[in-house]
């Protein structure tokens, strides 16, 4: 089992930034991948950004050249640096683990964080 908390959610006007970040704890060991997702009221979760093992990134033509996902192995913690933020950002936060076994993937998911952009 892996365990997920965020913080660093809030309220920001926007053109400001925010960091979030995700501890992990448990069978970390075991992660392959680490994203963010979010999901914004009466629209489906999508995916923000994500990060593999290795450190190889992905992100979303919307949040890229703003937002930046990074990891500290050494402190189980994962972060994600919001630039320039916009209204169409507002919405809940999700940490997100995955662990690929075989062909079945076992993800894991944190309590969320809420990030509201104000215009």
């Known amino acids: 089992q892996v365990q997920l908390v965020e913080s660093g959610g809030g309220l920001v006007q926007a053109g400001g930034s925010l960091r979030l970040s995700c501890a992990a704890s448990?069978?970390?060991?075991?992660?392959?991948?680490m994203a963010w997702h979010r999901q914004a009221p009466g629209k489906q979760r999508e995916l923000v950004a994500g990060?593999?093992?290795?450190?190889?990134?992905t992100y979303a033509d919307s949040v890229k050249g703003r937002f930046t996902i990074s990891r500290d192995n050494a402190k189980n913690t994962m972060y994600l640096q919001m630039n320039s933020l916009k209204p169409e950002d507002t919405a809940v936060y999700y940490c997100?683990?995955?662990?690929?076994?075989?062909?079945?993937?076992?993800?894991?998911w944190g309590q969320g964080t809420q990030v509201t952009v104000s215009s």
């Open positions: 997100n683990a995955a662990r690929f076994l075989g062909a079945a993937t076992y993800d894991y």
């Open positions: 448990g069978s970390i060991f075991s992660i392959n991948v």
């Open positions: 990060i593999s093992s290795s450190g190889t990134t």
